[in-house]
């Protein structure tokens, strides 16, 4: 992996940008205007990673590594942080700031990263500092 080149990096102004809804019944959140989804910097689009493209984030208490498999589902393998020791297959939903705000099949930075690993379960990352694409 020293091919990585970083995409995005943590510029502390706290500006991100609005999302929007998706019709998958667990993920039926509503983006609302919110200061914290407002976005200066552009975000990292999952949804548009051709399948086996590998991302790295580093958040503020771990690194996490995706492989896309079918960006527009979300699906992904994850490995990073104290969830995901071994690559495993989960739904990434999106970056979210608290509560009902989500921006859908988004990495963004300073917000944090949203996965779905079955009815009801949920992990939820520490706010995002830097996301990278493996060359």
Excluded at 9 to 21: H, R
Excluded at 32 to 56: E, K, Q, T, W, Y
Excluded at 88 to 117: C, P, W
Aim: hydrophobic share 40%; glycine share 12%.
């Amino acid at each position: 992996m020293s091919s990585l080149a970083p995409v995005l990096m943590d510029d502390s102004n706290g500006e991100l940008e609005s999302g929007g809804q998706d019709s998958w019944a667990s993920e039926r959140r509503r983006a609302f205007s919110h200061p914290l989804l407002n976005c200066s910097n552009g975000a990292f689009r999952v949804d548009l990673c051709a399948p086996f493209d590998m991302i790295v984030v580093a958040t503020r208490g771990s690194v996490y590594e995706l492989i896309v498999l079918h960006g527009e589902k979300g699906d992904v393998l994850v490995r990073g942080g104290s969830h995901f020791p071994e690559f495993r297959r989960v739904r990434f939903v999106g970056s979210t700031a608290g509560g009902a705000m989500l921006k859908l099949r988004t990495i963004d930075v300073g917000l944090e990263m949203e996965f779905h690993l079955g009815p009801g379960r949920i992990v939820t990352t520490s706010r995002v500092k830097s996301v990278s694409r493996a060359a």
